[in-house]
């Protein structure tokens, strides 16, 4: 099977005038976690190097990973993160309110929709539902607690043989969009998918939050593309759509929730009028941004090297807090593995015995960690849930123990 390719014009507008922003090397799929015994087996790694199209201004991976590698199994579960299920129920009454109370029976239909916990929660509000997720191991966990999910890419065949056309009111993808290598065909099935006056909604990872953060670990390769406004009104333009609202969220380091809907439907809001200005004055579509973020990454490199060598060095027991996918693009281009990190604990009970991919740390349960003490400290991969991470933790700071949250300056707390 063909696992790679490298495309050579911008996701969106075709150029081919695009700028090497930053190389994070040849590293492994950032979800491949590895099972003990295939240690020693060869492990596939691709260039991790992220463009931008100086036409339109997508920042993007151009050394693009074959679909059916990527995701044949996936591991990711939204609801191993309770902040995330939390954040989707209010995401469901939210969206219900706003557009869905006066419609009799409205259909919402998701695209990688992971285990149904959204769904459920627009179920629960009295709508039909249904979901589309290529992950066969996940989507069978969403048919099981009853959301009906075909386990599929989205393809204009899926929805004719469905005769699904015309009957969503609401089609929502989240953390999805940016995953997407042809977006042209999405968006010919997304208007496929929706009746009149029908909304796409969508959250993605904002890409001021990743320049201002520094979140380069979210830069890996199931993620194509990293949006600002201008190129997402571009591409929705050529299909006749336009984006009516923006909500900026706080989830997964910052997203922007994008409202797109048939051209004149609905008024522009004042939103998304101060996000394009903010986006102006912030310097989104200045090269010079970018050439600093890319500088930026490099010194955060090595002073998370150097304060973890200096914790060495002073005997403390160091182990990694949650095993995010983010979490392996971290340890892989800063070179952290077992020479620094004893384990890693998560949550999530797919990754329990697994090692992680590249650094080959083993993934604990975190109900098992050892009697935590003072001379520990947690590299806090999962930093996008600190806030939370840091109250249920409490015994292990009452202890002593800390935490080293690694972005966008490595900072004990
Ligand atoms: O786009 C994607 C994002 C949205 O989710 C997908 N490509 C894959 C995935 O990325 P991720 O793995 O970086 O997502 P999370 O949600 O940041 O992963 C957090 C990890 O930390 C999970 O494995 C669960 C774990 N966790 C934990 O161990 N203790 C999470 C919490 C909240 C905790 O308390």
Redesign the pocket.
Same mark, same amino acid.
């Given at each position: 099977m063909r696992k790679y390719h490298k495309k050579n014009e911008c996701r969106i507008c075709s150029s081919q005038d695009l700028k090497l922003i930053l190389d994070l090397g040849k590293q492994p799929l950032a #979800?491949a976690f590895i099972k003990k015994e295939n240690l020693q087996k060869y492990e596939n790694k691709f260039p991790l190097r992220l463009y931008l199209c100086k036409n339109c201004f997508l920042l993007q991976l151009l050394d693009i990973v074959d679909k059916e590698f990527l995701f044949k199994e996936y591991l990711?579960l939204t609801s +191993?993160? *309770?902040? @995330?299920l939390n954040h989707f129920q209010k995401y469901a009454s939210e969206i219900y309110n706003e557009f869905l109370k006066e419609i009799k029976k409205p259909f919402v239909i998701e695209i990688g929709s992971n285990d149904g916990s959204l769904l459920k929660e627009f179920k629960k509000l009295g709508t039909d539902v249904l979901g589309i997720e290529p992950a066969k191991n996940i989507a069978k966990m969403a048919n099981d607690i009853g959301i009906p999910t075909k386990s599929n890419f989205l393809n204009q065949n899926i929805i004719k043989k469905n005769s699904l056309e015309k009957k969503a009111s609401i089609v929502v993808a989240n #953390?999805v969009f940016g =995953?997407i290598e042809d977006l042209k065909e999405f968006m010919k099935c997304i208007k496929l998918l929706l009746k009149n006056k029908g909304i796409f909604v969508f959250e993605v990872p904002y890409l001021i939050d990743l320049i201002q953060k520094l979140e380069f670990d979210t830069v890996y390769h199931? =993620?194509l593309s990293y949006f600002s406004l201008r190129p997402l009104m571009k591409l929705m333009n050529e299909f006749n759509l336009e984006i009516f609202d923006v909500k900026k969220q706080k989830v =997964?380091g910052g997203t922007i929730r994008v409202f797109v809907a048939e051209k004149d439907n609905f008024e522009i809001t004042k939103d998304l009028k101060e996000l394009i200005k903010y986006e102006e004055k912030f310097g989104i579509y200045k090269i010079k941004t970018y050439e600093k973020f890319s500088d930026n990454v490099k010194q955060l490199r090595s002073e998370l090297q150097d304060k973890l060598s200096k914790f060495k060095k002073e005997g403390k027991i160091i182990f990694g807090? %949650?095993?995010? +996918?983010? %979490?392996n693009v971290l340890l892989n281009y800063c070179k952290i593995g077992t020479q620094f990190l004893d384990y890693i604990?998560? $949550? $999530?009970p797919l *990754?329990h015995g697994l090692y992680t991919p590249g650094m080959h740390i083993q993934v604990r349960s975190?109900i098992t960690h050892q009697e935590l003490s003072s001379q520990q400290i947690a590299l806090l991969l +999962?930093w #996008?849930?600190e806030e939370? @991470?840091i109250k249920?933790e409490n015994e292990f700071m009452k202890k002593g123990g800390k935490f080293l949250v690694p972005i966008p300056i490595p900072r004990l707390i």
């Amino acid at each position: 099977m063909r696992k790679y390719h490298k495309k050579n014009e911008c996701r969106i507008c075709s150029s081919q005038d695009l700028k090497l922003i930053l190389d994070l090397g040849k590293q492994p799929l950032a #979800n491949a976690f590895i099972k003990k015994e295939n240690l020693q087996k060869y492990e596939n790694k691709f260039p991790l190097r992220l463009y931008l199209c100086k036409n339109c201004f997508l920042l993007q991976l151009l050394d693009i990973v074959d679909k059916e590698f990527l995701f044949k199994e996936y591991l990711y579960l939204t609801s +191993a993160s *309770k902040p @995330i299920l939390n954040h989707f129920q209010k995401y469901a009454s939210e969206i219900y309110n706003e557009f869905l109370k006066e419609i009799k029976k409205p259909f919402v239909i998701e695209i990688g929709s992971n285990d149904g916990s959204l769904l459920k929660e627009f179920k629960k509000l009295g709508t039909d539902v249904l979901g589309i997720e290529p992950a066969k191991n996940i989507a069978k966990m969403a048919n099981d607690i009853g959301i009906p999910t075909k386990s599929n890419f989205l393809n204009q065949n899926i929805i004719k043989k469905n005769s699904l056309e015309k009957k969503a009111s609401i089609v929502v993808a989240n #953390n999805v969009f940016g =995953h997407i290598e042809d977006l042209k065909e999405f968006m010919k099935c997304i208007k496929l998918l929706l009746k009149n006056k029908g909304i796409f909604v969508f959250e993605v990872p904002y890409l001021i939050d990743l320049i201002q953060k520094l979140e380069f670990d979210t830069v890996y390769h199931e =993620h194509l593309s990293y949006f600002s406004l201008r190129p997402l009104m571009k591409l929705m333009n050529e299909f006749n759509l336009e984006i009516f609202d923006v909500k900026k969220q706080k989830v =997964h380091g910052g997203t922007i929730r994008v409202f797109v809907a048939e051209k004149d439907n609905f008024e522009i809001t004042k939103d998304l009028k101060e996000l394009i200005k903010y986006e102006e004055k912030f310097g989104i579509y200045k090269i010079k941004t970018y050439e600093k973020f890319s500088d930026n990454v490099k010194q955060l490199r090595s002073e998370l090297q150097d304060k973890l060598s200096k914790f060495k060095k002073e005997g403390k027991i160091i182990f990694g807090y %949650g095993a995010p +996918a983010k %979490g392996n693009v971290l340890l892989n281009y800063c070179k952290i593995g077992t020479q620094f990190l004893d384990y890693i604990l998560d $949550t $999530t009970p797919l *990754k329990h015995g697994l090692y992680t991919p590249g650094m080959h740390i083993q993934v604990r349960s975190d109900i098992t960690h050892q009697e935590l003490s003072s001379q520990q400290i947690a590299l806090l991969l +999962a930093w #996008n849930y600190e806030e939370e @991470i840091i109250k249920k933790e409490n015994e292990f700071m009452k202890k002593g123990g800390k935490f080293l949250v690694p972005i966008p300056i490595p900072r004990l707390i």
